[in-house]
């Protein structure tokens, strides 16, 4: 792919590119945006009846949050969850009509700017009600924000105490439209666990104290524990690029993203030499190494050199394991055992895709696929792909 140059026909005033000129770029992230509307609407399957919004803080995950922000729209996603006024201002940007919520709640002094975008905090302690109430105050006219109930996980949202008094003195609430009461489940991706059944149950009085409000608890992982679980609104983040929820069970969901580098250099190593920082790859017999053009500032690991499951990419048909350390913008791999000319400078190596599957990398790793996803960042070049994408350009 993407070796197609340019092609002018004689004739027409007119230049076709079959597929876009990707050689200059070192290192592309392929966004499936047909997969990621598949994701969507399996989502919709699974959650029965309930809303699914989109989750898509972290820049979506690293998929970008305007274009997937637009994608999910297109495919009936009315209701967003980004983390932040930041990213809840650059999504208001690309989405005009949509309902938005930060989840991280609202930070000290945001409370302007959130109006100025029309977003919505999640709510989590009192200090955040007080602010809320004083920018209701200030436009003259109640605030819609969801109520974000701790029911478990210990981080944000209300605390048994100041549920309490939230439950007892409605006034507390005075000038704020609860638009949605919502907690957050620490286990959902253990099925099993029994701290999920008891946040269920935490959950329910609380959703029933504001029956005019919709109710939201589960992500992800959380729609697969059932119907219980649903409620009016369902928030998935990680399903909809992809992620296999629950460890070890079959993945519902479709790969998205797709990371390539390109190779740079090809290069025989002779026996007994070493390869990298530290030196700790030794060439036990001649052997070559391609050099690619990622390395941890691209968000492959340093981890994945370790002895003991390092990572591989898949280049020329054939996998390659990574030999010695992770430079900040290299990662030379072992190609010794791939046919000679099979490999060239220039062609495109898989670290995560349909090949090298985001669980493998995150165990190899030692982390999840969360953390490798958001970790890509933006020194890939992004290209979309499907008929959403096409539909947009
Ligand atoms: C990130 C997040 C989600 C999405 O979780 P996934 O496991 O990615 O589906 C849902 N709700 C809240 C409050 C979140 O912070």
Request: with cysteine; aromatic share 6%; proline share 5%.
């Amino acid at each position: 792919m993407g070796h197609d140059a340019p092609m002018n026909l004689p004739g027409l005033d007119m230049t076709i590119s079959p597929s876009p000129d990707l050689s200059p770029y070192r290192a592309i992230l392929t966004v499936d945006l047909d997969a990621l509307v598949a994701n969507y609407a399996r989502s919709r399957e699974l959650a029965g009846g309930a809303e699914v919004s989109g989750v898509v803080k972290a820049d979506a995950y690293g998929h970008g949050l305007a274009q997937v922000g637009r994608a999910l729209a297109s495919a009936g996603c009315k209701t967003f969850f980004v983390a932040d006024v930041t990213e809840g201002a650059t999504l208001r940007a690309a989405l005009p009509g949509v309902v938005i919520y930060t989840s991280s709640g609202l930070t000290p002094g945001a409370g302007a700017e959130m109006r100025t975008h029309d977003l919505r905090p999640c709510l989590g302690n009192l200090a955040e009600v007080e602010a809320w109430r004083r920018e209701a105050e200030h436009a003259g006219s109640a605030l819609p924000a969801a109520l974000h109930f701790d029911t478990g996980l210990n981080r944000l949202g209300f605390d048994d105490r100041e549920a309490s008094r939230v439950l007892a003195d409605r006034s507390l609430l005075a000038g704020i439209d609860v638009a949605l009461v919502m907690s957050h489940l620490a286990c959902a991706d253990e099925p099993g666990h029994a701290l999920n059944a008891r946040q269920l149950e935490r959950f329910k009085p609380i959703r029933a104290a504001f029956p005019s409000a919709r109710a939201s608890l589960a992500n992800t992982a959380g729609i697969l524990l059932g119907p219980d679980y649903h409620f009016d609104l369902v928030r998935p983040g990680y399903g909809l690029y992809g992620g296999a929820p629950v460890e070890g069970q079959p993945n519902p969901f479709r790969l998205v993203a797709k990371a390539e580098a390109r190779v740079l250099h090809i290069r025989e190593v002779a026996a007994g030499e070493s390869s990298g920082y530290g030196a700790t790859w030794t060439a036990d017999r001649s052997q070559r190494l391609a050099v690619l053009s990622v390395g941890y500032a691209d968000g492959y690991f340093r981890a994945l050199a370790s002895a003991n499951g390092a990572g591989r990419v898949y280049i020329g048909g054939h996998y390659a394991p990574v030999a010695g350390r992770v430079s900040m913008d290299l990662l030379t791999v072992d190609v010794s055992d791939i046919p000679e000319g099979r490999v060239r400078r220039g062609d495109l190596a898989e670290l995560v895709g349909p090949h090298v599957s985001l669980d493998e990398v995150a165990n190899r790793a030692g982390t999840i696929g969360y953390e490798v996803l958001t970790s890509l960042g933006e020194r890939y070049k992004r290209l979309y792909t499907g008929a959403v994408a096409t539909a947009e350009s």
